[in-house]
């Protein structure tokens, strides 16, 4: 049996604005996982674009799962867009200089850490995500979503904040795929299973453990 190939940039024929998401990327803070794809409307290179203020000098990580579906104008808001917000003003006013240079002196500006997405995780159109956010294995994000909170695996949420609209699936089966963990499994064993990965048939799953 064979599967698609990891390493092809466009692995649909013919078809340039979907890719796979790892051989596009050249930032090393942004690390992606085997088959996890991209879809852009107009350009897949506009993916690092829409990851917004990654400064090199914060150091924060978008990190993103195995099997993630990404639609197009995804944007990932990280660290550098932080502000103060606990002091009298938020303004920056080190970064201009002058006699403002060191009003940041043994102050740091918030950083909730790196940004991670897990697995099988299916994100639409326009989602906006916020800094240091987990989301969690096999979660649906609904399209024109703002991700404030850490979303639970297996939530589908959506709005403004994002709110939990549903679980997809009972607790047990959710306990179960987080046993298996079936993207981690040898892309044959994967390649095998496809029609069962593609129903909704727990019972043959567990013969699977």
């Known amino acids: 049996m064979t599967a698609p190939d990891k390493e092809k940039m466009y692995p649909i024929a013919h078809h340039k604005k979907l890719c796979f998401l790892k051989n596009i990327i050249k930032n090393p803070n ?9 879809d852009d409307f107009e350009n897949v290179e506009n993916f690092e674009k829409n990851v917004k203020y990654h400064f090199d000098f914060i150091g924060d990580k ?16 990280m660290n550098g867009g932080n502000h103060l917000t606990e002091s009298i003003s938020s303004y920056p006013f080190a970064i201009f ?3 403002w240079k060191n009003a ?5 500006y918030p950083n909730k ?6 697995n099988d995780v299916w994100i639409g159109h326009n989602v906006t995500i916020m800094p240091g956010i987990k989301i969690g294995n096999g979660s649906i ?3 024109n979503s703002t991700i404030t909170k850490n979303i639970e695996p297996y939530s589908i949420v959506g709005g403004n904040p994002a709110k939990l609209i549903k679980k997809r699936f009972s607790e047990e089966n959710i306990k179960l795929l987080k046993e298996i963990q079936w ?4 892309i044959e064993k994967i390649t095998k299973n496809v029609s069962l990965l593609t129903s909704n048939d727990f019972d043959k799953l567990k013969k699977l453990i």
């Open 113 to 118: 850490g790196n940004t991670i997405i897990e």
């Open 183 to 186: 993207w981690n499994w040898d």
């Open 141 to 143: 994000i609904a399209s």
């Open 30 to 38: 942004i690390i992606v996982g085997d088959y996890t794809y991209y």
């Open 97 to 99: 200089g002058e006699d």
């Open 62 to 77: 978008l990190i993103i799962g195995k099997f993630c579906m990404i639609a197009s104008d995804v944007k990932f808001i």
């Open 104 to 108: 940041m002196d043994n102050k740091k």
